[in-house]
């Protein structure tokens, strides 16, 4: 219980932090308003790394992300911990959604652009092309996973508190420089649960949804995760 309970709160603090970053710079009178994606990219690393502590200190392998999970379940040959993990990982992307919404309170009144408030919950494209933008999440996650595994050896360990710096630094510097086409979700829980948190909410002038758009950034880091456990399969050097 207290692995999932492990992967739940280190994934609500995850967007909780990471998408209160981007309500930060992006909604109407706060005082970051503007900062950018530098902040965003930024703010995003320090998410990943106080979540994956949260996570460690339950005793949960910090996957925080159904992508990294699935990724390792193919790598290893162990699916037993994937509906579980998975399961807590909606469930506390959800929560940290709710909080990000609670946190800003008086912002989504005072934000005009729905698309603005779309983009606290969820990602989005830059330009909206299904395969370019699915081959973007791929890409990304597949890059994740794998430094991840090349961060952590077989046994999970680095240097004691050094390895969620390294997947700090891993995700800022995916974000960096892979980040400006969708926004790069790289993983399922962090964007679908969010936006199903702002689909249901009465925020303020809020507009769509984009459910239309809402499995690419499902489908693109589960394919990514996938490419890199076959890889960490083929390539056994991690």
């Not at 162990?78 to 909606?90: C, G, L, M």
């Not at 309170?105 to 370019?132: D, V």
């Not at 002038?205 to 890199?228: E, H, N, R, T």
């Amino acid at each position: 219980m207290n692995i999932l309970l492990g992967e739940l709160f280190g994934t609500m603090i995850l967007v909780l932090l990471g998408n209160g970053v981007v309500a930060n710079c992006l909604l109407s009178e706060s005082k970051a308003n503007g900062s950018g994606w530098m902040v965003i990219s930024s703010g995003w690393a320090f998410a990943v790394l106080v979540g994956v502590f949260v996570a460690l200190a339950f005793g949960a392998p910090a996957h925080i992300n159904p992508a990294v999970t699935i990724g390792f379940a193919v790598s290893s040959g162990d699916f037993s911990n994937v509906i579980p993990f998975i399961s807590a990982q909606f469930i506390g992307a959800f929560l940290g959604g709710l909080l990000v919404y609670l946190h800003f309170g008086p912002h989504w009144k005072a934000t005009e652009n729905a698309g603005l408030k779309l983009a606290c919950f969820s990602t989005g494209p830059a330009i909206r092309k299904t395969s370019a933008n699915i081959i973007s999440e791929a890409i990304g996650t597949f890059v994740l996973v794998l430094g991840v595994a090349a961060i952590f050896d077989s046994s999970g360990r680095v240097s004691d508190g050094l390895g969620p710096f390294l997947v700090a630094g891993l995700v800022w510097g995916i974000g960096l420089s892979l980040g400006g086409t969708t926004g790069y979700a790289i993983n399922p829980a962090r964007d679908f649960a969010p936006r199903l948190v702002h689909a249901i909410l009465p925020i303020p002038g809020k507009g769509s949804s984009d459910f239309a758009y809402s499995w690419i950034p499902v489908v693109g880091p589960i394919i990514g995760g996938v490419l890199a456990g076959l890889f960490i399969i083929f390539f056994p050097v991690f």
